[in-house]
């Protein structure tokens, strides 16, 4: 079985998650791919997130409908901060026998090799670079400290191409917070659930009751 893992905050999940899923899912025959919502990210320990359980019900209506994706509680369950190597040491013992991959944004490329113990995550799960279409990526000799010369083979032959989309967490907050659309950013289903529980601030803005879907 191949396996993709693709973790994040999804605060909320945008169709620019769901594009970069699919698109790995397809291009490297993978069997599943499983969201690992984040609990306590080690980036990000100074920013309010949403609470998971509306961030795991935002990805479960997203996610709806499509067999070969699912949702692992492992970090949202944990007390301790979320780091990948840990998250993949668990899915191993879970699915004893398959093979993992790392979905991993170019965004993020740059940052790995300073993430927790990056060598061992190599060898559990090489990344799968996502780029951008009609871009090449980026010379990546600054990942040979943390990935043996078979794995950097593995790596750069796995680069999977998607559509460009320019669809943003951060920016979707922000549009609810200023009362505008995000219409066509992320699934009727998630704005609908956005609107009904008054996430990101959506509550300050009772005069503009249409505004998400407007």
């Known amino acids: 079985m191949r396996i993709g893992m693709y973790?994040?905050?999804?605060d909320p999940i945008h169709y620019g998650h769901l594009l970069l899923a699919e698109s790995a899912r397809q291009q490297m025959n993978l069997d599943k791919v499983i969201f690992v919502p984040?609990?306590?990210p080690p980036h990000k320990r100074d920013w309010t997130l949403a609470p998971e359980k509306d961030r795991i019900a935002m990805l479960e209506l997203a996610i709806?409908?499509?067999?070969?994706?699912e949702?692992?509680?492992y970090e949202i369950d944990s007390p301790?901060?979320?780091y990948t190597v840990h998250t993949l040491e668990y899915l191993h013992e879970r699915y004893p026998g398959a093979e993992f991959f790392l979905l991993l944004g170019e965004d993020m490329l740059r940052s790995f090799p300073h993430w927790r113990e990056p060598q061992r995550i190599c060898e559990l799960a090489p990344p799968l670079v996502i780029g951008r279409a009609g871009r090449e990526i980026e010379d990546l000799d600054f990942l040979s400290g943390v990935a043996s010369p078979e794995k950097m083979e593995q790596i750069k032959r796995s680069r999977i191409?998607?559509?460009?989309v320019a669809y943003s967490s951060s920016e979707i907050r922000d549009c609810i917070a200023q009362g505008k659309s995000i219409r066509y950013q992320t699934p009727p289903e998630?704005?609908?659930?956005?609107?009904k529980n008054?996430?990101?601030?959506?509550?300050?803005?009772?005069e503009l009751q249409d505004a998400l879907m407007s």
């Open 7 to 10: 973790g994040g905050t999804f």
């Open 38 to 40: 984040a609990g306590i």
């Open 64 to 69: 709806r409908g499509n067999a070969a994706f």
């Open 71 to 73: 949702i692992d509680r």
């Open 80 to 82: 301790n901060v979320s």
């Open 161 to 164: 191409h998607m559509i460009q």
């Open 190 to 195: 998630v704005i609908e659930y956005i609107q």
């Open 198 to 206: 008054a996430l990101y601030g959506y509550a300050s803005h009772e």
